[in-house]
């Protein structure tokens, strides 16, 4: 009788084995919970990237951390400064599908990219933000008038309408599709469903 609960248990535990070998070869080895941030694309211009990171911080990134009493002030490039902001951004919307894209200026990364005492949020929790979405829109500064004079909010740029981030179409092609999951956990199930029948 021993005999046959454990042929029974190997066959359960070779099952089990043969489904996480299968989702991870569906995730190519990414784990589901995998951090992620969002940066500033390093051929985007320093305009571009500008005024996107005046959106970003007038739409509700945490900037502070780039002021320059900041502990993300140095380096003090517009890259650098426009990577923290577009992440703050990025983290506070729950890392929502098109809140890392700023007109093309900024992707999402899987390397941390905090250094030294700058700490780069990677999720909502740590971003200082909360699940609740909120109740006003920011302000856009008006087009300056002629012969006039403005002072961009953090740097050389402009708050632009249009720099935020882009709602995705119909054509998603995010790991959170509902195509990837429907692959991601139909293909173990039959997987695990053959080789019950097979065994």
Same mark, same amino acid.
């Given at each position: 009788?021993?005999?046959?609960?454990?042929?029974?248990?190997?066959?359960?535990?070779?099952?089990?084995?043969?489904?996480?070998?299968?989702?991870?070869?569906? /995730?190519?080895?990414? *784990?589901?919970? %995998?951090?992620?941030? #969002?940066?500033?694309? $390093?051929?985007? &211009?320093?305009?571009?990237?500008?005024?996107?990171?005046?959106?970003?911080?007038?739409?509700?990134?945490?900037?502070?951390?780039?002021?320059?009493?900041?502990?993300?002030?140095?380096?003090?490039?517009?890259?650098?400064?426009?990577?923290?902001?577009?992440?703050?951004?990025?983290?506070?919307?729950?890392?929502?599908?098109?809140?890392?894209?700023?007109?093309?200026?900024? /992707?999402?990364?899987? *390397?941390?990219? %905090?250094?030294?005492? #700058?700490?780069?949020? $990677?999720?909502? &929790?740590?971003?200082?933000?909360?699940?609740?979405?909120?109740?006003?829109?920011?302000?856009?500064?008006?087009?300056?008038?002629?012969?006039?004079?403005?002072?961009?909010?953090?740097?050389?740029?402009?708050?632009?309408?249009?720099?935020?981030?882009?709602?995705?179409?119909?054509?998603?092609?995010?790991?959170?599709?509902?195509?990837?999951?429907?692959?991601?956990?139909?293909?173990?199930?039959?997987?695990?469903?053959?080789?019950?029948?097979?065994?």
């Amino acid at each position: 009788m021993a005999s046959s609960s454990s042929v029974l248990l190997s066959k359960v535990v070779a099952k089990v084995a043969i489904v996480v070998v299968g989702l991870s070869i569906i /995730t190519c080895g990414e *784990t589901l919970e %995998s951090a992620t941030w #969002c940066v500033s694309r $390093s051929e985007a &211009s320093d305009v571009a990237l500008q005024t996107a990171m005046d959106y970003a911080c007038g739409a509700g990134a945490d900037c502070t951390p780039i002021q320059s009493s900041g502990l993300c002030f140095l380096p003090n490039t517009v890259q650098a400064h426009a990577s923290y902001a577009f992440n703050s951004f990025y983290q506070r919307k729950a890392q929502a599908p098109g809140a890392c894209d700023f007109s093309g200026t900024a /992707t999402v990364a899987r *390397t941390d990219p %905090s250094y030294g005492s #700058c700490d780069y949020p $990677s999720s909502l &929790s740590t971003a200082g933000g909360s699940p609740t979405t909120p109740t006003t829109t920011p302000t856009v500064n008006a087009p300056p008038t002629p012969g006039g004079a403005t002072t961009p909010l953090y740097g050389t740029g402009g708050l632009t309408p249009g720099f935020g981030p882009v709602i995705p179409d119909g054509n998603n092609s995010s790991k959170a599709s509902p195509g990837r999951l429907v692959t991601a956990i139909f293909v173990p199930v039959s997987l695990f469903l053959v080789l019950s029948f097979i065994c």
